[in-house]
């Protein structure tokens, strides 16, 4: 079945990102000349989506208002003769049928999720994690929509991390298939040094089937007394085909200040007017 919605989990209280994200929304930062939320939207229209659901909480509208028209704002630019920046405002308004959800209590990844079930409906359907964001030539969830179809699989994005770092994550156990795909068997989340299966660790795409709902409903709380959507994949992929894509792409965890800074450098230096900026300001540098 093709794969038409895409959640994008976006209710999170973004507790790395204080003092700034106690009034902005982590998912509203910009990246060079737009917010992180409009690329991972981007990226799932890109891969062929057609219907996007995002959670949000009540201090967030934000969101809605960025991707709604702006009649006043609109007038404005007309009277000034900008009209492709009328253009531009209008085209993020139609990139996607969108509606937004609220995750009234923050339970856990699993339980974001687990709100979009009427929605849904009873078909697959992809997430993208709303703080993590991807460059890469082909869509990341363009790339595990590929391989979920192609093996009639639940998928799941994933990169090798190092075992040093694998306690950030979950753990893999799985099995290789061809070329990047493997077959998932079980996984943990934030595993302790002794519990560590392999060093992939899903970084923030995947395509999901409806079952997921049900296992996600009667799942206890998991790792630091939340509903895990880890946990619940673990049960899955002992119901249902699963496979892990190793993804082509570089991910920036725009939930962290670090990672936020890598992505605003690296989008930056591709950005026509921001990359000579850039250039400029470290040359300066090289020189003092």
Request: charged fraction near 25%.
């Amino acid at each position: 079945m093709k794969i038409r919605k895409a959640v994008i989990p976006a209710a999170g209280l973004g507790s790395r990102m204080l003092p700034a994200a106690k009034t902005v929304p982590k998912e509203m930062f910009p990246v060079a000349d737009r917010p992180v939320l409009h690329y991972i939207v981007q990226e799932a229209v890109d891969a062929g989506i057609e219907e996007i659901i995002i959670l949000t909480n009540r201090c967030k509208t934000v969101m809605h208002d960025y991707f709604d028209y702006t009649p006043e704002l609109e007038e404005k630019l007309r009277a000034a003769g900008k009209h492709a920046e009328v253009a531009e405002l209008r085209a993020i308004a139609d990139m996607a049928d969108i509606t937004f959800v609220r995750q009234k209590q923050t339970l856990g990844l699993g339980h974001a999720v687990w709100c979009t079930r009427r929605i849904v409906g009873n078909e697959p359907f992809a997430v993208l994690l709303g703080d993590d964001l991807m460059r890469s030539k082909t869509p990341v969830i363009g790339q595990l929509i590929s391989a979920s179809e192609g093996f009639g699989a639940a998928a799941v994005g994933v990169q090798a991390v190092p075992r040093s770092e694998i306690g950030k994550y979950c753990s893999l156990d799985v099995t290789h298939r061809e070329g990047n795909v493997y077959d998932v068997h079980g996984m943990v989340e934030k595993p302790r040094p002794e519990q560590i299966l392999s060093n992939f660790a899903i970084l923030g795409r995947y395509v999901l089937t409806p079952r997921i709902f049900e296992i996600l409903e009667n799942l206890p709380a998991g790792h630091g007394g939340e509903i895990q959507l880890t946990d619940g994949l673990n049960a899955l992929c002992r119901e249902e085909p699963m496979v892990a894509v190793d993804f082509e792409g570089e991910r920036h965890d725009t939930g962290s200040l670090e990672g936020y800074f890598r992505a605003m450098l690296h989008f930056s230096a591709e950005h026509p007017r921001l990359a000579p900026v850039l250039a400029e300001f470290l040359a300066g540098r090289d020189k003092k």
